[in-house]
């Protein structure tokens, strides 16, 4: 017995799409520039797992809607109704009460790292030295909630910043 074709949703994980539908690799990067990323195997593996295409969505700055029913249309199906956006509210907003800029104990630049490195992986081994009041700054070319999801996940404290259109910054700390 052969299985049903995934069907493409806001909570469809992208390695799944990208299993499922490899040509849509070309139609996903098309989309946003951060999603570029996709191309090196070994964050596709790693990020792909944990992104959903909501969080994707968030990451490109693209209406969720409209990303799914354009990957939908590619292979074929029919477009969904309107989706539930996740509000960069979720991640971005004023300072919390933890933070405090002379806290910043480690900076890491994701503009910086090699292509098979993984910024989250970096952020989280760069934690486990600190104290309870330290703080991990991650800088990025855009709002990174896959990891911001898993570090939360993992009973971390974040809080985003946007700079500008491709400049973000992203705070880490221990509860």
Known sequence: MQDAPLEILPSTKVAELLESYPELEDVLVAM?????KLR?????????????????ATV????LTAMVNELRAAVG????????????????????EWFDPPSVAVVIDDRAL????????RVL?????LGERQVVQLTTTFLPAPGID???E???RTWSVRESDDHYETYFAKT
């Open 32 to 36: 946003a520039p951060p999603f570029k």
């Open 40 to 56: 090196n195997p070994l964050l596709r593996r790693s990020i792909g797992k944990i992104a959903s295409l909501q969080q994707a």
């Open 60 to 63: 490109g700055r693209l209406d």
């Open 77 to 96: 199906q029919p477009p969904i109704g309107v989706a539930v956006n996740i509000s960069n509210e979720t991640y971005l907003g004023t300072a919390p």
């Open 114 to 121: 090699t292509a098979d490195q993984m910024a989250l992986t």
């Open 125 to 129: 081994t760069a934690l486990v030295p």
């Open 150 to 152: 898993a570090a939360r």
């Open 154 to 156: 993992k009973g971390l």
